[in-house]
């Protein structure tokens, strides 16, 4: 495989050759840095004209679960309270914690 590259801002950036049926390969030094394995998932976004991919781990879907009466009504009152906007918004975990804390 030939290894091109190009510059962006003085930095040599690894240059890809879109193949048959519109396959990369993603440089080793890239899939390393990001752990990035034969058989994992990358999602794909168009971002002006960029190509992004964000690793993604699948999970198995989780075994049904049964509700107590009294967990049944808790979820029924906290669906409620989504639909009727009684919720809050925190920018990450750490401020939902603190609000817990008040």
């Not at 590259?5 to 193949?19: A, D, E």
């Not at 049904?64 to 979820?75: D, F």
Request: hydrophobic fraction near 40%.
């Amino acid at each position: 495989m030939n290894h091109l590259s190009t510059t962006k801002g003085g930095k040599l950036m690894p240059l890809v050759q879109v193949r048959e049926k519109a396959q990369i390969t993603i440089p080793s030094k890239i899939r390393k840095a990001l752990g990035i394995k034969e058989g994992d998932y990358l999602e794909v976004e168009a971002e002006g004209n960029k190509i992004i991919l964000i690793p993604k781990i699948l999970i198995d879907k989780a075994e049904a679960v049964t509700l107590s009466k009294e967990g049944e009504k808790m979820l029924k009152e906290a669906l409620e309270d989504v639909k009727k906007g009684r919720v809050k918004k925190f920018k990450n975990a750490e401020e939902l914690i603190d609000d817990l804390h008040k």
